[in-house]
């Protein structure tokens, strides 16, 4: 599959668009593709690397198309008997690796640079100052610790409580600002199981969006740089490798952290407290002050 999208595309001029497929079910196919991608970008693999895209796409669509016999079939056909098509889907499909990216940036930008108040800091410190706050934000080691990433974060001080490891409010923000951008239909609610589950995936990718950020100010001034694959596949496969260690060395921190996230995220829109997990044993405050359990007990003897 990867070796046909490589020769459909060669001498590529333009830009696939959605309705440049002539069929209605070709528009549908490449379409819901192209959305199930965007989950597969936050969710699970933010940063493919170029040998993996095109399989990766046309899982996508297989994926999508899945619970329909009609496009299952579609696609299949496709699949058998139209190359160029294929390419073609496999093409605008895989466009969704950086829209979805570009949309991170995009909508968190801004909620960043105040968090850190980068754009102040960087006037009022000067570039050198600028420059090794940047460089203890984001140490240039793997191996060090991101201070931008815990929580209590005190730049002033530059301390952050090391029990809070992961647990920036920062991380929520981001969360909700990209994924419950629109009001009707939020992409987090269209995955809400996976989203519920906060993936380390998830995870790694909103931390490499934010440190993306701090890193335009890396020199001290700043310098615009786009959130793209080659820039940050290897950032975002550093935090999730963190993650995973962090998940392997504390389980139950990890997990809790998982939860609690989720749930900060939908703090931040009362309108979605209906859909937060609810794990607690037994039963409500509530239905206990109102409920003799002795009495419905006797009433069965």
């Known amino acids: 599959m990867a070796a046909m999208s490589a020769d459909v595309n060669e001498g590529k001029k333009t830009k696939i668009r959605l309705q440049d497929f002539k069929l209605p079910v070709q528009r549908t196919i490449a379409d819901l593709g192209n959305k199930h991608m965007r989950a597969v970008i936050s969710l699970a ?11 990766l796409a046309w899982k996508s669509a297989e994926e999508a198309c899945k619970s329909d016999k009609f496009l299952h079939k579609e696609l299949k056909k496709i699949k058998a008997t139209d190359q160029t098509l294929c390419g073609q889907l496999i093409e ?7 829209s ?3 949309d991170i940036r995009k909508r968190s930008l801004e909620l960043i ?4 108040d980068l754009e102040n800091r960087a006037k009022t410190l000067g570039p050198e100052k600028m420059a090794d706050l940047v460089a203890w934000l984001v140490p240039t080691s793997p191996r060090t610790v991101r201070p931008f990433t815990f929580g209590d974060l005190d730049l002033e001080a ?4 090391k029990n809070k490891n992961h647990g920036s409010e920062l991380i929520k923000q ?3 600002a990209v994924w419950f951008h629109k009001k009707k239909d939020p992409e987090a609610l269209r995955w809400k199981e996976e989203f519920s589950q906060t993936p380390l995936p998830l995870l790694a990718m909103v931390i490499t969006a934010i440190e993306a950020v701090i890193l335009e100010y890396s020199s001290g001034v700043h310098t615009n740089m786009m959130f793209t694959d080659p820039l940050n596949r290897d950032k975002y496969l550093a935090h999730l490798k963190r993650l995973r260690c962090l998940e392997e060395s504390a389980p ?3 997990a809790n952290l998982r939860k609690s996230i989720w749930e900060g995220v939908l703090d931040l829109t009362a309108h979605y407290q209906h859909l937060k997990v609810d794990d607690s044993d037994g039963v409500s405050d509530a239905m206990a002050e109102q409920t003799d359990f002795a009495e419905l007990e006797a ?3």
């Open 45 to 55: 693999n933010g940063f493919p690397s170029p040998k993996d895209k095109a399989d």
């Open 92 to 98: 605008y499909i895989n466009y969704a690796a950086w």
């Open 100 to 102: 979805m990216r570009g």
């Open 113 to 116: 640079r105040r968090y850190f």
């Open 158 to 161: 530059r301390t952050y409580d």
């Open 174 to 176: 981001v969360i909700h």
């Open 252 to 254: 139950k921190y990890t």
């Open 299 to 301: 009433s069965v003897a």
